[in-house]
């Protein structure tokens, strides 16, 4: 991360980003905005629903969208010990 010399740090941010780019390597999932260790994670799409069942033992839950579409797919921080 390369932050212009005029912005501040906020080292926890860049621990969050650090924390957030490993699970989505080691887990395959997304991490929304704001997200923090311990919370739901988003599944990324190339994971189907019945991969997803078998990858994520603590389930997952499918947001309702206006499109109908279940693109949105949330499940539990998948690391033990969160």
Known sequence: ???P???GRNFDE???VVDS???T???KVATPANWT???DCMV???ISNEEAETKFPKGFKVAEM???KGYMRFTPDPREGY
């Open 1 to 3: 991360l390369l932050y």
């Open 5 to 7: 010399a005029t912005t």
């Open 14 to 16: 860049i621990l969050r």
């Open 21 to 23: 780019l490993q699970l």
């Open 25 to 27: 390597a080691v887990e």
């Open 37 to 39: 260790a311990g919370k």
């Open 44 to 46: 990324i799409p190339s």
């Open 66 to 68: 206006p499109s109908g």
